[in-house]
């Protein structure tokens, strides 16, 4: 078993990266919205638009390129925990997904992302089983996190599916509520892609803070064993130098 505390820590950071760029997107869009409407209904000066079309530019620019590495340095650092985390749970107890299995369903376009949420709930049971039949399980994993990811990722997926402009079922809402369609939608997407990192976050910081707590008490039974076996061999030693000292006493007084 070996420590994944560094990689675990890795993706966590790149998570929060990625958050912080998302809630970026998210601001620039509230901020676009409330200045058309400014501008729409009441009297703005010239230098408000200019300051709000220089803030979209830096964003547009700086938010991409930033986006882009975070998410490529997001998901190396992730594969490479997720290969790690399913091996060192595979020599502890079972799992229904292998180490390479894991890795190449979650890299499936989009199914992967879904399929992910299997995986994750298998390393989550798993681990959990084993810390408690060691008695060493002191939190339980907040399960209802990880489903709220997964159904908030679904509603997300519903969203963009029936939007406004497609004829779905949230233009007839829309219309008999007389909003903008389409700018409400754009907010839903956008908040929810904003929740979304936060939900996995909560229960990723979860899971490797147990993986954390199994690897330090993994370690320090294995230190112990091995002090036993010193200690154990060191009795051996002893013995045998007693033995042999007293078959040396004996044959010295055979032959006085």
């Given at each position: 078993?070996?420590?994944?505390?560094?990689?675990?820590?890795?993706?966590?950071?790149?998570?929060?990266?990625?958050f912080?760029?998302?809630?970026?997107?998210w601001?620039?869009?509230?901020?676009?919205?409330?200045?058309a409407y400014?501008?729409?209904h009441?009297?703005v000066?010239?230098?408000?638009?200019?300051?709000?079309?220089?803030?979209?530019?830096?964003?547009?620019?700086?938010?991409?390129?930033?986006?882009f590495?975070?998410?490529?340095?997001?998901?190396?650092?992730?594969?490479?925990?997720?290969?790690?985390?399913?091996?060192?749970l595979?020599?502890?107890?079972?799992?229904?997904?292998?180490?390479?299995?894991?890795?190449?369903?979650?890299?499936?376009?989009?199914?992967?992302?879904?399929?992910?949420?299997?995986?994750?709930?298998?390393?989550?049971?798993?681990?959990?089983?084993?810390?408690?039949?060691?008695?060493?399980?002191?939190?339980r994993?907040?399960?209802?996190?990880?489903?709220?990811?997964?159904?908030?990722?679904?509603?997300?997926?519903?969203?963009?599916?029936?939007r406004?402009?497609?004829s779905?079922?949230f233009?007839?809402l829309?219309?008999?509520?007389?909003?903008?369609?389409?700018d409400?939608?754009?907010?839903?997407?956008?908040t929810?892609?904003?929740?979304i990192?936060?939900?996995?976050?909560?229960?990723?910081?979860?899971?490797?803070?147990?993986?954390?707590?199994?690897?330090?008490?993994?370690?320090?039974?294995?230190?112990?064993?091995?002090?036993?076996?010193?200690?154990?061999?060191?009795?051996i030693?002893?013995a045998a130098?007693?033995?042999?000292?007293?078959?040396?006493?004996?044959?010295?007084?055979?032959?006085?």
């Open positions: 078993m070996q420590d994944n505390t560094k990689r675990g820590n890795r993706v966590l950071f790149w998570m929060k990266v990625i912080v760029l998302f809630a970026l997107l601001l620039q869009f509230v901020l676009d919205f409330i200045c400014l501008i729409a009441t009297f000066t010239q230098y408000a638009v200019l300051f709000v079309g220089a803030f979209h530019m830096i964003c547009f620019l700086g938010v991409g390129v930033a986006m590495v975070a998410i490529f340095a997001f998901c190396v650092s992730f594969l490479s925990w997720l290969h790690r985390a399913v091996s060192n595979r020599l502890l107890t079972t799992t229904n997904f292998s180490p390479m299995g894991a890795v190449l369903l979650t890299c499936i376009p989009f199914v992967g992302y879904f399929l992910h949420y299997l995986i994750f709930m298998d390393m989550v049971k798993s681990q959990e089983k084993y810390m408690q039949q060691k008695g060493i399980l002191k939190e994993f907040p399960k209802r996190i990880l489903n709220a990811w997964i159904i908030v990722s679904l509603v997300l997926v519903a969203i963009i599916l029936a406004p402009d497609q779905g079922i233009t007839i829309f219309m008999t509520f007389e909003f903008n369609g389409s409400v939608v754009q907010f839903l997407e956008k929810l892609v904003v929740i990192p936060i939900l996995y976050i909560i229960s990723f910081s979860a899971y490797i803070k147990q993986e954390r707590e199994l690897f330090r008490v993994h370690t320090e039974e294995l230190f112990n064993k091995h002090v036993d076996e010193v200690i154990r061999e060191r009795e030693m002893r130098e007693m033995i042999r000292e007293s078959e040396n006493n004996k044959k010295s007084q055979l032959v006085e």
